[in-house]
């Protein structure tokens, strides 16, 4: 009876990403009859398959990453990115080492050589995310914008607690630097990017960068976490029930910061840093249905007072994470189409 089961379960996640795509190719109208009345919330509506998607969550009862053990946790994300990314092409792939990091480099198909490289930082709140969890979002990214993104693994909490992930990050974008030429990438057209808390690491690379005089580019900030009080509007209203939660956040928290270290940091909490001259040029992505909305728009307004060209750019009616959805739906697909186009005009 139990290997029955067993059985069961497996069947059924090897079907989940079938019957997702199938669901979520529905007609809007259908998505919305299915997805129940629409959420508004400050003046803002959740696309129709995104609050499908959120109600067969709920239906399917999948547990959030932050209810879960941590290697269980971490489990749990690259599940989750494995349903919604799909199989995504792209010209080339190889594994390589970033220094001391394990490191992926996507090639996208006729990419010049050399040409530009972005540079970029998983999410998932500095304890869970691989280079794994977010191969299809960097597959997507890379093939639509025509960059080469090299993606790093760094170290993550709670075992690493900060500056572990900081320190990581700017190893790797110093390695970048030095090797530029025999990873193909032009040394003038470099660039770093990331989602969430990758949003974070690079932000403060690109801080650091300007700060030693490092040659960079472009930064791209995916909804990212610059403020880790979270005393926000934001925060509170979309605590719960928008795939990112309260609970997460805090458990982030707790692994990364450890136990009395000032979260005002600027290397943990850019909203707080001191910006040197020279900031690369900025796009700064936010989602209007994102606890991080925001400290992210705040960054960006911080990035405009210091005399920085900056984007910002919120698509009202997404969530956190729609950076890795980019196998189902419709929605979130155009979001990050839309992105990867900005970033490949900001590189040439």
Not at 200 to 228: C, H, K, M, S
Request: aromatic share 8%.
């Amino acid at each position: 009876m139990v290997r029955i089961k067993e059985r069961l379960e497996s069947a059924t996640k090897r079907s989940q990403p079938l019957t997702l795509r199938a669901l979520l190719a529905l007609p809007e109208r259908v998505q919305r009859l299915l997805g129940g009345r629409p959420i508004v919330r400050d003046g803002q509506t959740l696309a129709a398959d995104t609050q499908f998607t959120l109600r067969l969550q709920r239906l399917m009862r999948e547990p959030g990453a932050e209810t879960l053990p941590v290697r269980e946790g971490r489990l749990a994300i690259r599940h989750h990115a494995a349903i919604t990314g799909g199989t995504q092409p792209i010209g080339a792939v190889r594994g390589l080492f970033v220094g001391d990091l394990p490191g992926r480099i996507y090639v996208p198909s006729g990419a010049p050589s050399p040409g530009p490289l972005l540079l970029f930082f998983h999410g998932g709140g500095f304890m869970y995310g691989d280079l794994d969890s977010h191969d299809a979002a960097c597959r997507f990214l890379a093939e639509r914008s025509g960059v080469r993104v090299l993606a790093v693994d760094y170290r993550l909490g709670p075992e690493d607690p900060f500056p572990a992930a900081y320190d990581d990050a700017v190893a790797a974008y110093r390695w970048v630097v030095a090797n530029a030429e025999s990873i193909g990438a032009d040394p003038t057209r470099l660039a770093v990017g990331g989602d969430s808390a990758g949003g974070n690491l690079a932000a403060v690379v690109a801080i650091q960068a300007a700060t030693e005089g490092l040659r960079l580019a472009f930064q791209l900030l995916v909804y990212p976490t610059t403020d880790a009080d979270r005393d926000t509007e934001s925060s509170r209203m979309f605590a719960d029930g928008f795939y990112l939660t309260r609970a997460f956040m805090d458990l982030a928290n707790q692994s990364y910061v450890p136990a009395g270290f000032d979260g005002r940091d600027p290397r943990i909490s850019p909203l707080f840093a001191d910006l040197p001259s020279g900031l690369a040029p900025a796009l700064v992505v936010t989602a209007g249905f994102d606890p991080l909305r925001d400290e992210g728009e705040a960054y960006a307004r911080k990035l405009v007072d210091a005399g920085v060209e900056v984007e910002l750019r919120r698509f009202p009616d997404q969530i956190h994470g729609f950076f890795n959805i980019v196998g189902v739906g419709r929605s979130a697909r155009a979001a990050n189409t839309e992105i990867a186009a900005k970033l490949g005009a900001a590189l040439g």
